[in-house]
């Protein structure tokens, strides 16, 4: 769907909630299977790595990767 927008003059895409919810979604599972864990190095590294998976795959999704 949204490649279709793409192609026809969509030039805006938001994904931000997407991204936060991405974020959050890896923060709740790592707390989830580690409760006594407290180290924030601990579960935010790995909640940055899945929004760097999505920006990814959205980028590639529009069309967008390697053009930088």
Request: aromatic share 6%; net charge positive.
């Amino acid at each position: 769907m949204a490649r279709k927008g793409i192609r026809a003059g969509i030039a805006k895409i938001n994904t931000d909630t997407d991204l936060r919810l991405g974020f959050v979604a890896k923060i709740r599972q790592i707390l989830k299977d580690n409760p006594k864990e407290f180290d924030p190095r601990k579960f935010l590294g790995p909640a940055r790595e899945e929004m760097k998976g999505i920006v990814k795959a959205r980028m590639e999704l529009f069309g967008s990767a390697g053009k930088a």
